[in-house]
C-alpha cells in the first residue's frame, strides 16, 4: 500500500514547476511506483495561455477548482471547464488550456510519467521508459 500526502510531495523532486512558471505539478504517484499509470495534481496560473500536446500519453483530467477555455488544436472545438468537468485526450489531440481563474486539477497519464520528462518545444512529454 502506498500512502502519499501532497504536503510531503512539496518542495521535493515530485513537485515541478514549469520554466514559465505557468503551472506546478505534483506528482503523486509516477512510473517507479509500477501502478500502470501516474496521478498529479496540477495548478495552472489564471490569465496563463498554454499549449500540450502527449503524444505518447493518453491523460484524463478532471477540474476540481477554478474555471476556464479548452481548446482542441485539431479541429478547434472550443469547451468551458468548470469545477466537475473531466477532459480525456484519447487521440493525443494537441490542445490548449487558458485559465480564467487558477485551476486545480487531477490528472492520471497512461502509460506513467516517471518524472523526469519535460515538455518540448511542441508541448509534447518524451516516452521515458522504466526500467524492469
Known amino acids: 500500500m502506498i500512502v502519499r500526502t501532497t504536503e510531503e510531495i512539496t518542495g521535493t523532486e515530485r513537485d515541478i514547476t514549469s520554466a514559465d512558471g505557468n503551472w506546478r505539478s505534483k506528482r ?4 517507479a ?3 500502470g499509470f ?4 496540477t495548478t495552472i496560473r ?6 500540450f500536446h502527449y503524444a505518447n500519453h493518453i491523460e484524463a483530467v478532471w477540474l476540481i477548482e477554478g474555471d476556464g ?9 472550443v469547451h468551458q471547464l468548470g469545477p466537475g468537468s473531466m477532459y ?10 487558458e485559465p480564467v481563474t487558477e485551476m ?15 515538455h518540448d518545444e511542441n508541448g509534447v512529454y518524451p516516452l521515458i521508459e522504466i526500467p524492469g
Open 28 to 31: 503523486i504517484v509516477l512510473g
Open 33 to 35: 511506483d509500477r501502478v
Open 38 to 41: 501516474s496521478f498529479h495534481e
Open 46 to 51: 489564471a490569465g496563463s495561455v498554454n499549449e
Open 69 to 77: 477555455i479548452l481548446t482542441d488544436l485539431d479541429n478547434g472545438v
Open 88 to 97: 480525456l485526450l484519447d487521440g493525443h489531440e494537441r490542445h490548449r488550456v
Open 104 to 118: 486545480r486539477m487531477l490528472c492520471v497519464f497512461n502509460p506513467p510519467v516517471t518524472g523526469r520528462e519535460v
